[in-house]
């Protein structure tokens, strides 16, 4: 009895709730209830253990079940301002769903040789006042003067087919968004989202830092950077040997959850011949270097070669016997074989105190430096700096050629001190100014993580060696 006292309950519960609830009539059949019913008993008897079954006399027969019964509810329209709340933001949905559509179908094209954005607009057959007005909006439009090819814009088309929005990439993580409305164009700058991952790599080397490079997964690129990082201290032509290792904690920059490019190299250690050089990447006021654990950068205060050449064909030789004068004529310097037009770096900051042409030393620079050091470059095909101009180090001041007393495109480089020639291969360079004190502080703060994760990388690797070398003993 108490069983079917609490389905009863359950049962005008069900339909009061209906009556609350919908607006007009509400039909329930009885069969629909007796289905209530066998649920609710169901849980009842795995809640409450075993009921007694209900006397045969009560039961009800399928024919009744089926019978209908009409429920008048009461109408219950909503309130007109929830009414108008729900279509408001229904039509808020909407809207955005469109424009979340809208913003996913474009048509793009790519900018071809020689073509401009006037072109373009025409071949779409879109208003070219309309682009004056968007070339007149501000500096970022601007821009869409001097398109490049490869690049490629984004249109979208309104119901008439004229323009309705326009995409183009202004910078790695930002489009130029114009927008044609009403009142004329817009333009917006639209973020691209940038994720930054920390990379980690290790390699040996067996021929040339290039292909060990490779077999670590890394790019050219980023096994360039590498050797820019250490190329103050090591001379990858001449100074690498088979067993040099490196290891690097590095960045890989992905837009929009796909691979962009390489990023920057955070830290690194390079083994150069058992000696070991270890360099951490610094930011300060948005201008990165690269300095040592102890806070000494890594770029010295003068380039140890002037340019990327293929080979030395000559060293610094008082006692070299000239192949064109044919006569023992010392060699003050180096000379770096290149192909012709490959750029020509200053090797240190300083003031161009020549730039000029003879028959000898054909096209050639001579730049002075601090601390009573001149260097000299000959032979060039073309220069690229003037007299009395002030150079930075690293800046292009002419151009690998073979003009002058020359057999073969080359650099002729040399390296004086108070007047007299040095070997540049060998001189003592200048040392940079390190790090002052309160830059010394922060600069710690920021390379100890990733001194710790190349500490940790390096330790994993020696115990993987050991263990290797441990199973091949215990194998023989």
């Known amino acids: 009895?108490?069983?079917?006292?609490?389905?009863?309950?359950?049962?005008?519960?069900?339909?009061?709730?209906?009556?609350?609830?919908?607006?007009?009539?509400?039909?329930i059949t009885r069969a629909r209830v007796a289905a209530f019913a066998v649920t609710l008993i169901a849980v009842g008897l795995?809640?409450?253990?075993?009921?007694?079954?209900?006397?045969?006399e009560n039961t009800t027969t399928t024919a009744e079940l089926t019978q209908s019964l009409d429920i008048?509810?009461?109408?219950?329209?909503?309130?007109?301002?929830?009414?108008?709340?729900?279509?408001?933001?229904?039509?808020?949905?909407?809207?955005?769903?469109?424009?979340?559509?809208?913003?996913?179908?474009?048509?793009?094209v790519a900018v071809g040789n020689g073509q401009t954005l006037d072109g373009i607009f025409r071949e779409q057959g879109y208003s070219i006042p309309l682009l004056h007005q968007i070339l007149a909006l501000n500096g970022d439009t601007k821009r869409l003067t001097?398109?490049?090819?490869?690049d490629v814009f984004g249109f979208q088309r309104d119901a008439d087919g004229g323009l309705a929005r326009m995409r183009y990439p202004i910078d790695e993580d930002a489009y130029l968004l114009v927008d044609i409305g009403e009142d004329g164009p817009r333009a917006d700058r639209l973020a691209r989202q940038l994720n930054h991952e920390v990379q980690e790599a290790e390699g040996t080397i067996e021929s040339s830092l290039f292909l060990a490079g490779k077999a670590a997964g890394l790019s050219d690129n980023m096994v360039m950077k590498l050797a820019e990082?250490?190329?103050?201290?090591?001379?990858?032509?001449?100074?690498?040997?088979?067993?040099?290792?490196?290891?690097?904690?590095y960045e890989k920059v992905y837009r929009d959850g796909e691979y962009l490019r390489d990023g920057d190299i955070l830290a690194a250690t390079f083994v150069n011949q058992g000696e070991r050089f270890e360099a951490v990447r610094y930011v300060e006021d948005g201008d990165s270097e690269y300095y040592t654990p102890e806070g000494r950068p890594m770029r010295k205060a003068f380039l140890r070669a002037p340019l990327n050449f293929s080979y030395i064909s000559s060293n610094f030789n008082p006692k070299r016997f000239h192949p064109i004068l044919k006569r023992v004529k010392a060699h003050n310097g180096i000379d770096y074989r290149a192909p012709t037009g490959t750029p020509v770096y200053a090797a240190g900051a300083g003031k161009v105190v020549r730039s000029d042409y003879n028959r000898f030393n054909g096209h050639h620079v001579f730049i002075q430096h601090s601390g009573s050091i001149v260097t000299?470059?000959?032979?060039?095909?073309?220069?690229?700096?003037?007299?009395?101009?002030?150079v930075k180090q690293g800046q292009?001041?002419?151009?690998?050629g073979s003009t002058g007393m020359s057999q073969a495109p080359h650099l002729h480089y040399e390296f004086l001190v108070n007047g007299v020639h040095r070997n540049p291969r060998t001189v003592p360079l200048p040392k940079a100014e390190p790090l002052d004190e309160q830059q010394l502080i922060a600069f710690q703060a920021q390379a100890a993580p990733y001194l710790n994760q190349l500490s940790r990388l390096e330790s994993a690797s020696m115990y993987a060696h050991r263990g290797g070398d441990a199973e091949m003993v215990s194998g023989e």
């Not at 795995?46 to 079954?53: D, M, S, T, Y």
């Not at 909503?78 to 179908?105: G, I, M, S, Y």
């Open 146 to 150: 001097k398109i490049r090819p490869g």
């Open 46 to 56: 795995a809640l409450g253990g075993r009921q007694e079954a209900p006397p045969a």
């Open 72 to 108: 008048a509810l009461p109408s219950r329209e909503p309130a007109p301002a929830a009414r108008a709340e729900v279509e408001a933001l229904v039509a808020k949905a909407e809207e955005e769903d469109a424009v979340a559509t809208a913003l996913n179908t474009w048509e793009e």
């Open 396 to 400: 292009v001041i002419g151009y690998v």
């Open 376 to 390: 000299k470059y000959l032979h060039f095909t073309k220069r690229a700096v003037n007299n009395g101009q002030r």
């Open 229 to 249: 990082i250490f190329g103050w201290d090591i001379d990858f032509i001449l100074d690498i040997r088979a067993g040099d290792r490196f290891f690097m904690v």
């Open 1 to 27: 009895m108490k069983n079917r006292t609490l389905l009863n309950k359950a049962f005008v519960d069900i339909i009061d709730r209906a009556r609350g609830i919908h607006p007009s009539k509400f039909r």
